[in-house]
């Protein structure tokens, strides 16, 4: 079995086999400061995960805002369009792992 070292944001090594097809399971980790959003509402073609690691923000989907806190994740469709605010004061460090 052989690794590839992999670069992703937030994350200071990641290696991967090399017999998995490059795109099958994402991840990254991202910081976004107090009243900022982190991107523009987006969906992907793989379920999404999100784990808050520190601070807190709100994920806001179709109709529906849920607040994530610190050790707290939501699991989102691939349909759906999503995005994600830091709605505290310090701020947020959450880790995205997608699978496709």
Do not use: C
Request: hydrophobic residues 40%.
């Amino acid at each position: 079995m052989a690794f590839k070292l992999v670069e992703k944001r937030g994350v200071n090594k990641l290696w991967v086999d090399e017999g998995l097809p490059p795109d099958k399971l994402s991840i990254h980790i991202t910081t976004v400061p107090a009243g900022q959003r982190a991107h523009a509402a987006h969906h992907h073609d793989g379920v999404e995960s999100f784990f808050m690691l520190e601070g807190q923000g709100t994920m806001e989907t179709a109709g529906e805002r849920i607040t994530l806190h610190a050790n707290e994740g939501i699991i989102i469709e691939p349909s759906v369009e999503h995005g994600l605010v830091n709605t505290g004061d310090v701020p947020m460090r959450y880790m995205v792992i997608i699978a496709k």
